[in-house]
């Protein structure tokens, strides 16, 4: 779990990261041009006004000298507000809300850009402002010129405001969707790596289980051999020592070989072959596998249920895998002479017996691997715990259920439901 937390902020750490990165680098595009289209519009303005208050001063001055004052007059006349009139760094006219230090604004210090005027970007009384001039001289009669400078000033502080509480409500934005993000990718992890992680948790414990059989039998075997070997026995010790080795072999090969069938069910890529076959195809093989302990135990099988002309889509061996394990089940808690049922229905399949039955507390725990309600007789009897552990898995692979019903003393029923 905490491998899959650090998986999933890693990843929504890198996504804002990068998403941030991108978001600054649009706002930041989007505030140039907006910059850019502000300084186009607003300079093709000012350069009008100024033409125009250059056309109105030469045809007036073409038949007067003019003074100061009528050179302000025709400056208010033509230029918009927030434009201001200079003369040798002296203001003469100021419609802005600024005051500007003329003696930074020469001609030289910038060349024309693609907009008809000068103008430059600077911080003015802490407000981002646009300044536009440019240079108008009036010749005097004498020869001498008066040097005037028309200034225009832009406040473009909202945009620069704009793109901070953009920014901010991007990072928010981001920040949300990042969370977001990071509890949709720890869900997504989960659900994916959840079947893995059950199938390795109940690998790993039924390797723990099998480690914990295992280690009796191999224990026995190990000393009747060593017995064998380094011991003279009778002939009589000598066939029970051997006997013994025999049956824990053979107890330990059907281990093996039902813990092999139990793990592959267990996988999360397990495919299983599906085709409609009749259950008295299946009660057939069912009862040819069993016959022979059912002949040794002197117990009968009878079928029941309205089984007859249906069928159902199936695995056929793992189904009769089902059946056999739970009617060798049953043998184990029936008496000699009594009867097991095997019958189905459209609904189910199931196999009861009239046996011991299984205490209410022990129902559930009996579908863990190796669980065994009677330890001591299960051991004597082989039973090694692995049956409805197999069943339970074999219709969970069929996408159906398996129920069990046991009443202690009166016997019990495990049916596979069909969902």
């Known amino acids: 779990m905490d491998m899959i937390k650090k998986i999933a902020c890693t990843a929504s750490v890198l996504l804002f990261v990068v998403a941030q990165a991108f978001s600054f680098y649009l706002i930041y595009v989007s505030h140039q041009e907006k910059t850019s289209l502000v300084m186009e519009k607003e300079a093709q303005i000012?350069?009008?006004r100024y033409r125009e208050f250059s056309d109105k001063l030469n045809k007036v001055y073409s038949k007067?000298?003019?003074?100061?004052?009528?050179?302000?007059?025709?400056?208010?006349?033509?230029?918009?507000?927030?434009?201001?009139?200079?003369?040798?760094?002296?203001?003469l006219c100021n419609t802005s809300a600024y005051s500007f230090d003329v003696r930074r604004l020469t001609v030289d210090e910038l060349e024309r850009g693609p907009s008809p005027c000068f103008l430059k970007q600077e911080a003015v009384?802490?407000?981002?402002?646009?300044?536009?001039?440019?240079?108008?001289?009036?010749?005097?009669?004498?020869?001498?010129?008066?040097?005037?400078?028309?200034?225009?000033?832009?406040?473009?502080?909202?945009?620069y405001e704009a793109s901070k509480e953009l920014a901010i409500k991007e990072i928010l934005i981001s920040l949300l969707l990042s969370f977001a993000m990071a509890l949709l990718l720890v869900a997504l992890i989960q659900r994916i790596t959840r079947p893995l992680q059950a199938t390795n948790e109940t690998q790993r414990q039924l390797i723990g289980s099998m480690s914990h059989e295992l280690k009796t039998p191999l224990t026995a075997i190990k000393?009747?051999?060593?017995?064998?070997?380094?011991?003279?026995?009778?002939?009589?010790?000598?066939?029970?020592?051997?006997?013994?080795?025999?049956?824990?072999?053979?107890?330990?090969?059907?281990?093996?070989?039902?813990?092999?069938?139990?793990?592959?069910?267990?996988?999360?890529?397990?495919?299983?072959?599906?085709?409609?076959?009749?259950?008295?195809?299946?009660?057939e093989d069912v009862e040819e596998s069993v016959r022979h302990k059912l002949e040794e135990t002197?117990?009968?099988?009878?079928?029941?249920?309205?089984?007859?002309?249906?069928?159902?889509?199936?695995?056929?061996?793992?189904?009769?895998s089902f059946c056999i394990n739970l009617i060798n089940n049953s043998i184990l808690a029936s008496e000699p002479g009594s009867v097991i049922y095997l019958g189905a229905d459209k609904e189910s399949l199931w196999v009861r017996d009239m046996g011991a039955g299984i205490p209410p507390k022990e129902v559930?725990?009996?579908?863990?691997?190796?669980?065994?309600?009677?330890?001591?007789?299960?051991t004597k009897s082989g039973n090694m715990g692995l049956g409805l552990a197999l069943c339970d898995q074999i219709a969970a692979v069929h996408h159906d259920r398996m129920q069990?019903?046991?009443?202690?003393?009166?016997?019990?029923?495990?049916?596979?439901?069909?969902?």
């Open 125 to 159: 009384d802490g407000k981002q402002a646009l300044i536009f001039w440019e240079p108008y001289s009036l010749k005097n009669p004498d020869g001498t010129f008066q040097d005037y400078l028309l200034l225009y000033m832009l406040d473009i502080t909202y945009l």
């Open 298 to 320: 002197g117990i009968r099988l009878q079928r029941e249920g309205s089984y007859q002309e249906r069928s159902r889509e199936m695995d056929v061996d793992l189904m009769a």
């Open 223 to 283: 000393g009747y051999s060593e017995t064998l070997l380094s011991v003279r026995l009778s002939e009589e010790q000598a066939q029970k020592a051997l006997g013994y080795i025999n049956r824990e072999s053979g107890r330990l090969s059907r281990l093996t070989e039902k813990m092999m069938e139990l793990t592959r069910l267990y996988e999360p890529e397990c495919r299983i072959t599906l085709k409609r076959v009749p259950f008295e195809t299946l009660f």
């Open 64 to 91: 007067e000298t003019l003074g100061d004052q009528a050179v302000t007059y025709f400056f208010r006349e033509c230029m918009m507000e927030g434009s201001a009139l200079y003369k040798d760094g002296e203001e």
């Open 46 to 48: 000012f350069f009008r």
């Open 404 to 419: 069990i019903e046991s009443k202690l003393g009166e016997g019990t029923k495990v049916s596979c439901i069909f969902l």
């Open 364 to 378: 559930e725990k009996v579908r863990k691997a190796f669980y065994r309600v009677d330890k001591s007789r299960s």
